[in-house]
């Protein structure tokens, strides 16, 4: 417990050197700007950005990327209040009451408690972070290979949640990973797979370029088949953006249901912030004194949406912290960043050494929330006009952004030819219904899972019991039976929330 | 049922073949995992195939290509093959000069005012500039023209 406490104590220690004050700065902007873009997404973000903490420390770097994530879920909110598009999905529910209020007048209101709201929920997200993270992490120190090789199929069974239209599809998506994570160098045989004369291709596809070229360079080609089209000016508001006291003291227990829905649906795999903000959404109107006003301009509307979206943020850390599961995509590239940073995300984050990286990226989640508010309520007017980007500029900008992030890895032009191979590939995917998402979590879990499977085969002398031995081993398998059963679960929570 | 479905499970039943060929060219001893999650990934296609079956004959089949509703082919491929161009150029012009060239010619297509393409221009050339060249020291290639 005490040295629990002094980890949590120099992680903000760490956290407060001006190196990481300036990348949780610089991330939260960059995150604003990107979230507040309609046609860019959280995870197309990061991805693109991945390759800018190359050579930072791993915490300032994970710093960097928490912020960039922050802040472009917030930031989806400033173009559903002033234009009526959502940024991103997580502010799909904002644009509801936000716009309603930018009609009324009251825009600089809406963005204000937006801002708050989400202040708030990922500051209380945080705590989940703080409690659960070390506990798991812990529980996870005791695993070998038969839990790590069940560990991985469950990670695999998100798949089936991630996949929003077809589970098939979405499994089919996830095999295509599994199958590309066998390119490189088998594992326990020394012998080269798949690698088409690359020596390049020796550790397998690199993860990094896959998730730019997936989730950033397919992102650009998506915006470069639509005819170009000018986007709503932004309304010009000059209403106050704080709040009152007494509406403050109005929106607390939105804020704090909200907090709970977020923060466990961030922790259930496959589950994200589109999702949560709906949630949260109905259960504000749910509880509301003034349900007259949903629909109409309702600040308790977007607080309930904002704080449920912010709140995900910290409880999606969870899983991929301490099991190195990434429950979605926007995990699945923050995992990305860990891995470049030769850090393996699992228990090990938090043993040793390591665990003063981890604590410091907690601590500077913590610092990124009081970030997010002071640039979001400064910065709201000059950020409204950043949303009118024209998509134009955007496709070649991306494009260039992916070309030197992809090649910066390794400084090889192989590097940028796969980045965008895999751009093409994400954008087939999206068009025929296929997952980008699920490709990434295969191609992550697929060497954990095959080394833990075979490890495990190797120790029994080929006897596949082995998988089955320890209760652990069948807490796993529970959980990948209720993995698979979860698309059912958020299909009726979806639904449930349209229908509200 | 999607009339393009059928082409997505062609390309999986093709992507299948290619890798088992590969595989069976691998000593036995290595075979045996790739060969497991090729049999997954074939056998997801065909549970998709009789998924879509069943489909087709309870609601009949579509053409499925309303994700392509605001598809422009000409402004897509003509985009597309600028990205092509830049990234073959790049080596023998250098990756500054080839990034100006692909986002002039890019803008220009795309009908967007001379004033807008020069400042994106500059922000981005600038913004690789000190992050990649400045700040990561990431050696850009100088190009063979240049060097």
């Known amino acids: 417990m005490s040295q629990t406490l002094s980890l949590m104590a120099s992680g903000f220690v760490s956290a407060l050197y001006p190196v990481n004050l300036l990348a949780m700065a610089g991330g939260v902007t960059i995150g604003i700007i990107i979230g507040c873009l309609p046609g860019l997404s959280a995870a197309m973000g990061v991805a693109l950005l991945l390759p800018m903490t190359f050579s930072m420390e791993a915490s300032t770097g994970m710093i960097m990327l928490g912020a960039i994530y922050c802040g472009a879920i917030f930031g989806g909110s400033i173009s559903a209040i002033l234009i009526h598009t959502p940024g991103t999905p997580a502010s799909a529910a904002t644009a509801i009451e936000g716009y309603q209020m930018t009609l009324k007048g009251q825009a600089g209101k809406a963005l204000g408690t937006a801002c708050i709201a989400s202040f708030f929920g990922g500051l209380l997200s945080c705590i989940s972070l703080y409690f659960f993270a070390p506990v798991l992490g812990q529980l996870a120190m005791k695993f070998g290979s038969p839990e790590y090789f069940w560990l991985s199929i469950f990670g695999l069974t998100i798949i089936a949640g991630v996949s929003s239209k077809s589970m098939i599809k979405g499994l089919m998506s996830g095999a295509l990973g599994l199958l590309l994570s066998t390119i490189g160098m088998d594992p326990m045989q020394g012998v080269k797979r798949f690698m088409f004369g690359q020596a390049s291709l020796y550790e397998g596809i690199n993860v990094t370029c896959a998730l730019i070229g997936l989730f950033s360079m397919s992102q650009a080609l998506i915006l470069a088949e639509a005819k170009i089209k000018q986007r709503a000016r932004a309304a010009e508001f000059t209403d106050k953006m704080l709040l009152t006291g007494s509406e403050l003291r109005e929106i607390a227990p939105t804020i704090g249901r909200s907090w709970i829905i977020g923060n466990l649906i961030g922790i259930l795999p496959g589950a994200g912030a589109s999702i949560a903000c709906f949630m949260g959404y109905n259960t504000a109107r749910q509880f509301s004194k003034h349900k007259e006003l949903f629909g109409h301009g309702s600040y308790e509307g977007v607080a309930g949406s904002e704080a449920a979206n912010n709140a995900v943020t910290g409880g999606s850390l969870i899983p991929m912290l301490t099991l190195g599961i990434p429950g979605e995509s926007v995990t699945a590239v923050l995992m990305g960043g860990l891995i470049i940073q030769g850090l393996t995300p699992g228990p090990n984050l938090f043993a040793g050494d390591t665990a003063k990286m981890t604590y410091t990226f907690f601590a500077g989640f913590v610092l990124i929330q009081f970030f997010m508010l002071g640039i979001g309520l400064l910065g709201c007017r000059g950020f409204a006009h950043i949303a009118r980007l024209s998509d134009a500029i955007l496709i070649p900008s991306v494009t260039i952004l992916c070309v030197v992030g992809s090649f910066a890895i390794h400084q090889n032009f192989v590097d940028v030819v796969i980045m965008l191979i895999f751009g093409v590939i994400g954008w087939l995917a999206r068009k025929f219904g296929l997952n980008n998402a699920a490709i990434v979590l295969a191609l992550i879990l697929g060497p954990i899972g095959e080394k833990g499977l075979r490890r495990s085969l190797l120790l029994s002398g080929g006897d596949p019991s082995i998988l089955f031995s320890t209760p652990v081993c069948w807490v796993l398998i529970v959980l990948c039976v209720l993995g698979v059963l979860s698309p059912i679960l958020m299909d009726r929570m979806a639904k449930g929330a349209d229908k509200e | ?147």
């Not at chain 2, 579509?62 to 092509?84: C, H, K, M, N, W």
């Not at chain 2, 150029?89 to 005012?113: D, E, H, N, Q, T």
């Not at chain 2, 221009?121 to 020291?137: P, S």
């Open chain 2, 1 to 147: 049922m999607k009339k393009t479905d059928i082409g997505v499970c062609l390309v999986f039943y093709g992507i299948c073949a290619f890798f088992l060929y590969m595989t069976l060219q691998l000593p036995k001893a290595a075979q045996i995992y790739p060969l497991c999650v090729i049999a997954l990934l074939a056998g997801l296609t065909t549970l998709h195939v009789i998924n879509m079956i069943i489909s087709a004959i309870r609601e009949g089949v579509s053409s499925g290509l309303d994700d392509f509703r605001e598809f422009v082919p000409s402004q897509f491929f003509t985009l597309l093959a600028f990205i092509v161009i830049y990234l073959v150029a790049m080596p023998y012009l250098g990756f500054y000069v080839s990034s100006i060239l692909f986002m002039s010619a890019s803008l220009l297509f795309l009908r967007v005012k001379l004033w807008q393409i020069i400042l994106s221009e500059l922000v981005i050339i600038a913004l690789v500039y000190c992050a990649f060249t400045l700040f990561l020291e990431v050696r850009l290639p100088a190009g063979v023209m240049f060097s």
